[in-house]
Antibody
């Protein structure tokens, strides 16, 4: 059974940093591109980042470039998201998701990040 | 990278059909046949319902169908059931390894 379990969320002050992780199991992690998607409270889904099989190719929306960094450790079956210079508008549930056929076929349950003083 | 456009809400009575549109640009939906649709119930993770414009993953009822014309994709839910009440999001590949989502449509079963 495919499982994705996010961790690392919590309360952080504006300007602070946070590192999210996603533990993958039930499939060959290194065979799949992976994504982070976020959802602010009461709002819609926003694509955050994507990485290829070995982490050498990464992508972000223009609005997040320079502050967020996606990475992966295939030996540990783990996807990471380093978030710096956090702002109130980064408050959201962050989901990791597996990319199947040009779509996100499995999602974790998400981890909540709250940015507030 | 601009978000896709969806109507905020749609509704129908049980047994009826509802269609949700998703409008993008020539940089995303208009160029790539990589449109997907997700269903999300409150407090839950999104669930993939459609991929590659019109394909259904295993286990998704055939009441869910989708298509694309030009820069606009559409999702139709036929034979509406109470459990179909949820938020629906479209997404498209947008080139340069990026993806984009729509703002979501809340489907209400009357």
């Amino acid at each position: 059974e495919v499982q994705l379990v996010e961790s690392g969320g919590g309360l952080v002050q504006p300007g602070g940093s946070l590192r999210l992780s996603c533990a993958a199991s039930g499939f060959t992690f290194s065979d799949y591109w992976m994504h982070w998607v976020r959802q602010a409270p009461g709002k819609g889904l926003e694509w955050v980042s994507r990485t290829n099989f070995d982490g050498r190719i990464t992508a972000y929306p223009d609005s997040l470039k320079g502050r967020f960094t996606i990475s992966r450790d295939n030996a540990k079956n783990t996807l990471n998201l380093q978030m710096n210079s956090l702002r109130a508008e980064d408050t959201a549930v962050y989901f990791c998701a597996r990319e199947g056929v040009s779509s996100l076929d499995y999602w974790g349950q998400g981890t909540l990040v709250s940015v507030s003083s | 990278q601009s978000a896709l456009t969806q109507p905020p809400s749609a509704s129908g009575s049980p047994g009826q059909s509802v269609t949700i549109s998703c409008t993008g640009t020539s940089s995303d939906i208009g160029t790539y046949n990589y449109v997907s649709w997700y269903q999300q119930h409150p407090g839950k993770a999104p669930k993939l319902m459609i991929y590659d414009v019109s394909k259904r993953p295993s286990g998704v009822p055939d009441r869910f169908s989708a298509s694309k014309s030009g820069n606009t994709a559409s999702l139709t839910v036929s034979g509406l059931q109470a459990e179909d009440e949820a938020d629906y999001y479209c997404s498209s590949y947008a080139g340069s390894s990026s993806f984009v989502f729509g703002p979501g449509t809340k489907v209400t079963v009357l």
